[in-house]
């Protein structure tokens, strides 16, 4: 039997001394170490939705 509920935010899963601001938006995302981003991840989607520049 499956669910349909919809997806629960997850959990921050990094350091403190990871977090950062994003680049874009401000809001705390992983911006140092393994993994890290200078965009969160829904910076990191809208800027891939975008068309490419010509």
Known sequence: MTSSSPAR???VTWAPSQTGPCARCHTPT???GHGGNPLCSTC???RQD???RP
């Open 9 to 11: 935010p997850q959990p």
């Open 30 to 32: 992983c911006r140092y």
């Open 44 to 46: 990191r989607q809208a």
């Open 50 to 52: 975008q068309p490419a």
